[in-house]
């Protein structure tokens, strides 16, 4: 039977004797390190003994998730254990595989098995995105080493890969590449003759910006390096400078880092711009992280944080503004996505600020932690079961909702807690009238 179309047969990924340099492809692609020697980062994985150089080096045959960032060889260590031994590699994209593929993948590795005796290493790129239902097709061929899977993530598998597969993996977190590590690659990409073949050189200014601008990326930086060539060899030049660099790519990129100190303090600087209400900062970080190419779901997210967090009851509807922005950023994406954004960034800038509910649930936290957990008032406990009016269970509850106010004198917390008040409203925005209508609400219901 032939193989599946999507495990055609390729080329041995093994560099031959002698054999030239490929003078096509992505920079990237060609500069992808055929050795382990060649890696470059990933050091706290790759010390003599660490489990994946030994994997790497044929002496291993666990399964392994490979979790990190993009562009820090997720893919290019999959590919290098496939040549460890006599394994035959085999890809699937969660974005385009489905259960059938993937147990098409497994017919083939057992006849593979049983005739060739080769191991397949079957590597699925994004296995985040795969279901439950896609996750669970691959319990027992992993189990039974049927498939030497190697499975790459971005998201924190915790959270993305189903328990009972996760327990069958080696979880291995990748880094970002370091300053260091980047401009060795961009130096190894300029003279390699896979790569620039010395055409072009780089000057110190210009490979700063490429560094920064990778943000510990290594297909980013070649992909920016390579630009930035084409566009000095086209105008017959031979050294790439900053203003070569600044026209290959978005000055604003490289201004903004999505993975270092610049993601942080932008995103940091339109938190606060909000928090103290001024819309027009406000706008300028957001145009920044919005040019710059920054997740439009992380701006969301911060942004319904800070709808509770600082602005709270003071404008109810803060946290429906910023709620509403992250569902039109997931329904309609970007460029129109930035709209909603604007529409909740400025409503959030404008609104009446109060740290109320962030105070205090962290005041009520604080008291649990230590140790304030006193037993429920007998009066509040569940009682529609047998034995529990024996026990006490509900005896002497008051129902609010027969008498006219709908408020009525009661205890609710436990003793140890009785007249302890959590929640201070501000006098700002809505929380003025709930200030007044709290004080109300406790004189009633503790009897003064």
Do not use: C
Not at 60 to 79: D, E, F, H, N, W
């Amino acid at each position: 039977m032939p193989a599946p179309s999507f495990t055609t047969p390729r080329a041995d990924p093994r560099p031959q004797p002698g054999a030239a340099a490929p003078d096509a492809g992505p920079l990237a692609t060609r500069m992808r390190p055929r050795t382990i020697d060649e890696i470059v980062g990933q050091a706290h994985l790759l010390r003599p003994g660490a489990p994946l150089r030994r994997l790497l080096e044929g002496a291993g045959a666990a399964s392994v998730l490979l979790y990190g960032p993009p562009g820090t060889g997720k893919t290019t260590i999959a590919r290098l254990l496939a040549t460890a031994g006599t394994r035959q590699f085999v890809a699937l994209s969660a974005l385009s595989s489905g259960v059938k593929e993937v147990r098409d993948v497994m017919v083939e590795a057992r006849r593979r098995l049983d005739r060739q005796h080769r191991q397949t290493v079957l590597f699925i790129d994004e296995v985040h995105r795969f279901s439950k239902t896609q996750q669970d097709a691959l319990l027992g061929a992993v189990e039974d080493r049927l498939v030497l899977l190697v499975a790459a993530t971005t998201e924190n598998p915790s959270f993305s890969v189903v328990t009972p597969l996760l327990s069958r993996l080696l979880v291995l977190q990748l880094r970002s590449l370091g300053d260091t590590d980047v401009r060795d690659l961009l130096r190894r990409a300029a003279a390699d003759p896979r790569g620039l073949g010395g055409a072009v050189t780089l000057s110190a200014e210009a490979e700063a910006a490429l560094v920064r601008l990778a943000a510990g990326d290594a297909r980013s930086a070649l992909t920016a390096l390579e630009a930035a060539a084409d566009g000095v060899l086209a105008t017959d030049g031979t050294e790439i400078d900053v203003p070569a660099v600044e026209r290959a790519v978005a000055e604003t990129t490289v201004r903004y880092d999505r993975q270092g100190d610049q993601h942080y303090d932008v995103i940091s600087a339109f938190i606060k711009s909000i928090r103290g209400s001024d819309p027009d900062a406000a706008l300028h970080y957001l145009a920044r992280m919005l040019v710059a190419g920054e997740d439009p779901r992380f701006v969301a997210r911060r942004l319904i944080v800070h709808a509770s967090e600082d602005v709270g009851l003071a404008d109810p509807t803060a946290l429906h503004a910023a709620v509403a922005a992250a569902q039109a950023v997931q329904l309609i994406g970007m460029p129109e996505a930035r709209l909603a954004l604007t529409q909740a960034t400025l409503h959030l800038a404008m609104a009446p600020k109060s740290n109320a509910v962030i105070e205090s649930i962290d005041a009520a936290m604080s008291d649990v932690r230590r140790g304030a957990v006193d037993d429920v008032p007998a009066h509040l406990r569940y009682g529609r079961y047998k034995g529990a009016a024996e026990l006490g269970n509900a005896i002497g509850y008051r129902y609010p909702h027969k008498v006219p106010d709908g408020v009525l004198e009661q205890q609710y917390p436990p003793d140890g807690l009785v007249g302890k008040n959590y929640y201070h409203p501000s006098r700002h925005g809505g929380e003025r009238t709930l200030r007044d209508r709290l004080a109300d609400l406790r004189r009633v219901i503790r009897g003064g």
